[in-house]
């Protein structure tokens, strides 16, 4: 089955300043990549999403990139605010012919931004 | 609200008992998700609706959990004989039938806590 790492775990930034989270996959099959923030006691919320057939997407402060070959992708945070600080999930899943499937979830990195 | 709700929120039992959770997925969502998230991990997927049937099963869904979608609108996640093992928040998440969009909702969860 699919196995997604992430990294960093923790990760501390000055406001104003740019985060950047890393995440692989194993799944050559995998198509479908989206970022979760999930605030403390809160559920997971999409931020961003990515599917195979780019390399790269934005969206105001947030982009993401995907490198197939190597099997990688990663968020960036850009114009760092207090607000941003969370718990950000990687997940990777396969999507063929319209089937849904399961999201796997990487561990999680714990963003802090600094004031 | 319209989004995805959960029930109940919080709950507390003894080892060996029986436990059931309800979710409620966004109107008109075909496709309805369980996942368990323990403390510092990311979700991890334990079964799948689409409208009524149970399309997939995580090995992590032992005998002694149960997931139903009798009418293919609302959930219940059963889990017989708790163990303390079982103490995890149990995220349930829906999307719609739209082939082209890949989004799951989360709902805030229900947190189980096995003494």
């Known amino acids: 089955g699919e196995n997604v790492e992430q990294h960093p775990s923790t990760l501390s930034v000055q406001e104003g300043d740019s985060a950047v989270i890393k995440c692989t996959y194993s799944d050559s099959a995998s198509n479908y990549f989206p970022w979760y923030k999930q605030e403390l006691g809160k559920r997971p919320q999409l931020i961003i999403d990515i599917r195979s057939n780019v390399g790269e997407k934005k969206d105001q402060r947030i982009a993401v990139t995907l490198n197939k070959t190597a099997k990688h992708f990663s968020l960036h945070i850009t114009e760092t605010q207090p607000e941003d600080s969370a718990v950000y999930f990687c997940a990777a899943s396969n999507w063929v012919g319209g089937s849904a499937r399961q999201l796997t979830f990487g561990s999680g990195t714990q963003l802090t931004v600094l004031p | 609200d319209t989004g995805v709700s959960q029930d109940p929120r919080h709950k507390i039992t003894k080892r060996g008992q029986n436990v059931t959770f309800r979710c409620d997925p966004i109107s008109e969502h075909n496709r309805l998700y369980w996942y368990r998230q323990t403390l510092g991990q990311g979700p991890e997927f334990l079964t799948y609706?689409?409208?009524?049937?149970?399309?997939?099963k995580s090995r992590l869904l032992s005998d002694r959990f149960s997931a139903e979608r009798p009418k293919g609108s609302f959930s219940t996640l059963e889990i017989q004989r708790t163990e303390q093992g079982d103490s995890a928040m149990y995220l349930c998440?829906?999307?719609?039938?739209?082939?082209?969009?890949?989004?799951?909702?989360f709902g805030p969860g229900t947190r189980l806590t096995v003494t």
């Open positions: 998440a829906s999307s719609p039938a739209d082939r082209a969009t890949y989004e799951q909702y």
């Open positions: 609706f689409q409208n009524e049937a149970q399309l997939e």
